[in-house]
């Protein structure tokens, strides 16, 4: 910039020296010219008067002068020249100054002489007697006057310019140095000519809509990471080169990754078929939706392409943690399954006795026999339905009875006495242990929870077993335990018995009974009341489940 400055002020100094140069020239020429032109007129009438006071000696004794002196007759024919031989010379009426000065006194002109071979200015007087006498002198050239006026007209220039160079390198300094000290950030703080205060003025007010944008920007970003970091869902902003642009901290939680994936191709998460396949879709401009299994999870992804003014900038993919709507999927799927199966048997049995008796082969006697086994059957039928739809109230948490206070205590009692003929004939003890325990719950949901653990313990007891229900609580809660002595669960399937008709032992499960839902209800039934529920058992030794209610 202050080169720039410099550089065009001193051009346009030159240019200025230059015209000036000429100019003074042009009026330098023509002064020399004019005062020239006086010069002689002046000599002219100065010699005329010794010429006609003394004639031809006059001009013969005139010695050395500057023009050339030339006498001219009446009749045009040169009486006297002092620089050129009279004899070879012509006639001179014609010429401008002698035919002007023979008609009106004085004449001049300006022209190329053959005679001295050079452009010339003539003045001629007219005298007393009708003579001429005529003065000329060469007009000195352009060139002339430019040599000779050279050497001060250099100085000057060279003057000038050097006294130009130094002004206007300090003019540039002027100009430039306050803008220079300009503190942008501090516009207000400069030191700057009265000039500049719109430009000043001007940064200032837009230092403060750029403050004003930024923190908008900035508001809104923070906004945004805000709502996109408490997320549960994965954001990922991606590039058209795929390359991740933004991305919240779930993506990397939900991909298991833990390095920062800023500026990487979006398949350093993922690298599978499908999910490149979807980013590639999505670059082309169409959406993509698919589930996507990584290790033992599932994800649901959506990749959506980005479009601003009808090109793909990029694409935006959300990822999502289905793993639990899969894994319920599945369960719906089998829960389904099982309960086709579980219903199909009973009702084959059914069908098939009814129609042994109805084709009359079952002899008279033997009918109550299959009547009592149709009777069963459609018994085990019922018990499952309804356990079905328990289970199912449970699930979806409807048609549940709202809470009341429960007493443990007395609703094991209840429960204990329900199930003594059958523990009984199984010649299996029960007791009851502990003090009245309230809890705030759902009184058939309880009922039902307790029941199934004590049923099973009653069924999946050995001989002379015991059963033991111990109710109580201590800081932690409200508990209701059902111990017994019998057959135990082994390890490894102990975490599966809470699963809809999942049994141990399968074979034999006609005969023991149940639906193989009873503790799906108890887990269910926990579930409702928050409560939690511990296991433990020994294959041969027996089990003890406690539920344990919040306080
Ligand atoms: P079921 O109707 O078959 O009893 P449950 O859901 O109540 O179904 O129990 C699932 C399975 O868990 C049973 O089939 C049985 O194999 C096992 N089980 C439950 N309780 C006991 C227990 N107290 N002792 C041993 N095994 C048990």
């Known amino acids: 910039m202050t080169k720039r400055i410099f550089k065009n002020t001193m051009l346009i100094v030159v240019l200025v020296v230059i015209l000036c140069g000429v100019f003074i020239l042009g009026v330098v020429y023509d002064y020399y010219n004019k005062e020239l032109s006086e010069g002689m007129m002046s000599e002219a009438k100065y010699i005329s008067k010794g010429v006609e006071a003394e004639g031809i000696d006059y001009l013969e004794n005139l010695g050395k002068t500057d023009a050339r002196v030339t006498w001219v007759d009446v009749d045009g024919t040169v009486l006297f020249d002092n620089q050129a031989d009279i004899t070879t010379m012509d006639n001179h009426k014609d010429r401008e100054e002698i035919k002007e000065a023979l008609t009106s006194s004085a004449g001049s002109s300006t022209r190329y002489s053959n005679?001295?071979?050079?452009?010339?200015?003539?003045?001629?007087?007219?005298?007393?007697?009708?003579?001429?006498?005529?003065?000329?002198?060469?007009?000195?050239s352009v060139l002339r006057i430019v040599l000779g006026v050279l050497h001060p007209m250099v100085v000057i220039i060279v003057f000038a310019l050097v006294l130009s160079a130094f002004l206007t390198a300090r003019l540039t300094r002027q100009i430039i140095e306050p803008l220079e000290s300009i503190d942008l950030e501090h516009p207000e703080e400069a030191k700057v000519y009265d000039e500049m205060s719109p430009f000043i003025r001007k940064i200032i007010k837009q230092n403060e809509q750029i403050k004003e944008a930024m923190e908008e920007q900035k508001s809104q970003r923070k906004e945004f990471e805000l709502i996109t970091e408490n997320m549960q869902e994965g954001f990922i902003v991606v590039d058209k080169e795929a390359r991740i642009l933004s991305y919240n901290s779930s993506v990397l939680k939900l991909f298991d990754m833990d390095m920062d994936v800023s500026g990487k191709n979006v398949l350093t998460l993922n690298r599978t078929e499908e999910f490149s396949q979807g980013i590639i879709d999505a670059l082309k401009g169409s959406h993509n939706e698919q589930i996507l299994q990584v290790g033992d999870r599932f994800y649901s992804i959506y990749i959506n392409p980005v479009i601003t003014e009808?090109?793909?900038?990029?694409?935006?993919?959300?990822?999502?943690?289905?793993?639990?709507?899969?894994?319920?999927?599945?369960?719906?799927?089998?829960?389904?399954?099982?309960?086709?199966?579980?219903?199909?048997?009973?009702?084959?049995?059914?069908?098939?006795?009814?129609?042994?008796i109805k084709n009359g082969i079952v002899a008279t006697e033997d009918i109550p026999k299959f009547a009592g086994n149709i009777y069963s059957e459609a018994q085990r039928l019922v018990s499952l339905v309804e356990d079905i739809i328990k289970l199912s109230q449970l699930d979806e948490e409807k048609n549940i009875p709202s809470k009341e206070p429960v007493d443990l205590y007395h609703m094991s009692l209840e429960v204990a006495e329900q199930l003594r003929k059958v523990a009984v004939k199984k010649n299996v003890t029960i007791e009851v242990e502990g003090k009245s325990t309230v809890v705030d719950g759902v009184r058939p949901v309880i009922t039902e929870m307790i029941y199934n653990l004590c049923d099973n313990a009653v069924k999946y007891n050995k001989e002379t077993g015991s059963v033991i229900i111990k109710v109580g609580e201590n800081q932690n809660g409200k508990i209701v335990s059902v111990k017994d002595n019998g057959i135990g669960i082994p390890k490894d399937q102990q975490d599966r018995i809470f699963e809809r008709f999942y049994r141990v032992?399968?074979?034999?499960?006609?005969?023991?009974?149940?639906?193989?839902?009873?503790?799906?209800?108890?887990?269910?039934?926990?579930?409702?009341?928050?409560?939690?529920?511990?296991?433990?058992?020994?294959?041969?030794?027996?089990?003890?489940?406690?539920?344990?209610?919040?306080?």
């Open 310 to 356: 009808e090109k793909v900038a990029g694409a935006i993919i959300i990822v999502t943690d289905v793993t639990e709507t899969e894994e319920r999927e599945k369960l719906r799927r089998e829960f389904t399954a099982n309960v086709s199966h579980e219903l199909k048997t009973p009702l084959t049995s059914i069908s098939g006795t009814a129609e042994i």
């Open 115 to 140: 005679t001295i071979s050079a452009k010339t200015i003539y003045h001629a007087v007219r005298l007393s007697d009708g003579t001429v006498i005529r003065l000329a002198h060469i007009q000195a």
């Open 505 to 551: 032992d399968k074979s034999h499960s006609k005969e023991i009974g149940g639906t193989g839902l009873g503790l799906s209800i108890v887990k269910h039934g926990a579930k409702l009341h928050n409560a939690t529920i511990d296991m433990d058992s020994e294959l041969g030794k027996g089990t003890q489940i406690s539920v344990k209610f919040p306080c």
